[in-house]
């Protein structure tokens, strides 16, 4: 059996590779959140674990990333979804759900934006989890 030759100089591609997207995402974050329709889910937070997927037009699939003007930066995400936990009360997943896909949508250089919102002690101890995911894109 042969061993597989090393790439040389010429296999190489000729230029620069061109970036054609950037995706930003923010992978189970945990908030406590006062959510539910329930009366025992007034009053009290329970905890949502949050994923969001962002894909993101960028000065730097042209440039080079070179600085953090030429992303979007995901600390910024998260602040979003704080933002919308410290609200007030939500009564449906969904709604924090849509409520996060819109705000993370007014940032003009982000094309679409996905959601994906866990609430583990949903069906507790039935299941793991309970949830929804939302898909958004630009108009």
């Not at 910024?76 to 009360?89: E, M, P, S, W, Y």
């Not at 069906?123 to 630009?138: C, D, F, K, M, S």
Request: net charge negative; hydrophobic share 50%.
């Amino acid at each position: 059996m042969n061993a597989p030759t090393p790439f040389t100089q010429t296999d190489a591609p000729s230029g620069p590779a061109r970036i054609t997207g950037l995706k930003v995402f923010v992978r189970a974050l945990r908030l406590d959140v006062e959510i539910g329709i329930y009366a025992h889910e007034h009053g009290r937070v329970q905890p949502l674990i949050i994923d969001v997927d962002l894909d993101v037009i960028t000065t730097g699939a042209a440039t080079g990333f070179a600085h953090i003007a030429d992303t979007l930066n995901y600390e910024l995400v998260v602040a979003k979804a704080r933002a919308v936990a410290d609200a007030g009360h939500i009564l449906l997943v969904e709604a924090f759900a849509e409520r996060l896909v819109q705000a993370c949508l007014d940032d003009p250089r982000v094309t679409r934006a996905r959601v994906r919102i866990e609430k583990p002690e949903a069906l507790a101890p039935a299941a793991e989890a309970a949830g929804v995911e939302i898909t958004a894109e630009r108009a």
